[in-house]
């Protein structure tokens, strides 16, 4: 869905180079997808992440010209991909919590 907002968006913003930044966002969010699927015994290293996927939202953030609107775009779904994971993470680390105490439930 996000990525659907970030094409929609293209169409009108000029054409500038990917960020170095936004490199190290990407690959992190690949790998904070992957864990967050995982299991609840790697709580820990689900929360330390999703916690460097922030940070790496932030180093996206500071990096190249505020004002270019292309750069503004991604940073914005950036940031609502970041929550996205991090509300998967919650949701999957409770369930897994429930199923571990044997509650039943979605």
């Known amino acids: 869905m996000r990525l659907m907002a970030l094409d ?7 054409a500038v180079p990917a960020r170095a930044a936004f490199h190290a966002f990407a690959g992190g969010r690949r790998e ?14 689900t929360t330390e992440r999703v916690s460097g996927l922030r940070e790496d939202h932030h180093v996206l953030v500071q990096s190249g010209d505020q004002k270019i609107e292309r750069y503004a775009l991604v940073n914005v ?4 991909i970041v929550n996205s994971l991090n509300t998967l993470r919650e949701q999957v680390m409770e369930r897994c919590a429930r199923r571990e105490r044997g509650v039943a439930g979605p």
């Open 8 to 14: 929609a968006g293209w169409l009108h913003t000029a």
């Open 32 to 45: 904070g997808t992957g864990i967050a699927c995982g299991r609840a015994s790697r709580h820990a290293r």
């Open 77 to 80: 779904e950036a940031d609502r």
